[in-house]
């Protein structure tokens, strides 16, 4: 299994075709996925049922030529399992209950145990892994510490997160005090998931591009280096390679190369070969179409992995993927396209 071409990328090791995996593969855009959905009641039960969150995970992998399956769940289950009280509404997205807000609120935090508070994760992971079969790695994850503190702040999305942000400027300490048992609680999560089975992990730093340069490197990269120290010295998170993807965050490349992990995931702002000149052999590199490719046609969906394809250039360590998730509007058999695609325009000629 360690020979999957997904694994030998992350390690920059020569494989038969580019990898590829799509953020959000088991979503709203798969009508199997919204038949399981609706059978759950909820998108939280669906979380907290390892059955079908299993079932979900494998659907896009019945469908397609994947190289990965990544564990049906959702960032937020760290805050829900720190009292937080998460629901997902049709539609409006991801609300928590009881938003932390004042100093006592975050004194009162503590770091949630894998096995008991987030049981249904591992219990999925573990379930995952027996029903694939080692077809395909199983890739774990979890939200970044700036990311997650972003909605246990706010307590739904923003287009801005001000609400956090004046947080971290009014009281730095408060903000840093959050952060820590987020951080902590963000890397037992991940090695616990190794632990049960995940064969990859990533760190999804969605909000990271929110932050100036500085507030970047305080409030999120310091909180990404300790996640990826701690896997490298925690005995299977160790073996287990990490991606870091911290979206909007380019000018930090280098910086994120640095911390340790295995790869980086990139939105699309930035074209494969610039970001590989920039970190080098250092790290393996994720991504990065814009998920609007799979709006148009499939000649042109062709056409725009051939070109990511040869920005990247014939080296490895490449995983194929979007730059950021699938939205719920595609066409399923787009998908079709862009994954046979990339095996087949980067079979050696
Ligand atoms: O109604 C529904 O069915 C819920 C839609 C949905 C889905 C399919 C949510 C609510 N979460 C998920 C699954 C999910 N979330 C996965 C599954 C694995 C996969 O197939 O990729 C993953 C990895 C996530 C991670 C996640 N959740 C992130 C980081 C990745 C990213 O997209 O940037 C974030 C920011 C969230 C929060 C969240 N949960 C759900 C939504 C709609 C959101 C985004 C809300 C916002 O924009 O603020």
Redesign the pocket.
Known sequence: MSDHRFLRALRREPVDRTPVW???????YLPE??AT?ARAGS?VN??KTPELACE??LQ?IARYALDAA???????TIPDAMGLGLS????T??RLAKPVRTHADIAALTAPDPETDLRYVMDAVRLIRRELHDKVPL?G?A?SPW?LAC?MIEG???ASFARAKALALEDPATMHRLLDVVARSVAVYLAAQAAAGAQAL?V?D??GGLLAPDMFREFSLRYLTQIAQSSQSHNVAKSTPLIL?S?GANAHLEALADTGCAALGLDWTISLGAARARVGQRVALQGNLDPAVLHASPTAIRTQVKQALADFGPHPGHVFNLG???T?DVDPERVRVLIDAVHELSAPG
């Open positions: 799509i953020m959000r593969q088991a979503g709203r996925y919204r959905r998108f669906l979380c979900v995970t896009p990544i564990l049906f769940s959702d960032i937020l997902v509404e049709e539609g997205g991801p890739i994850f939200g990311t909605y739904q999305g923003s990533m999804f969605t909000w993807f979206k950021h998730g699938i719920p």
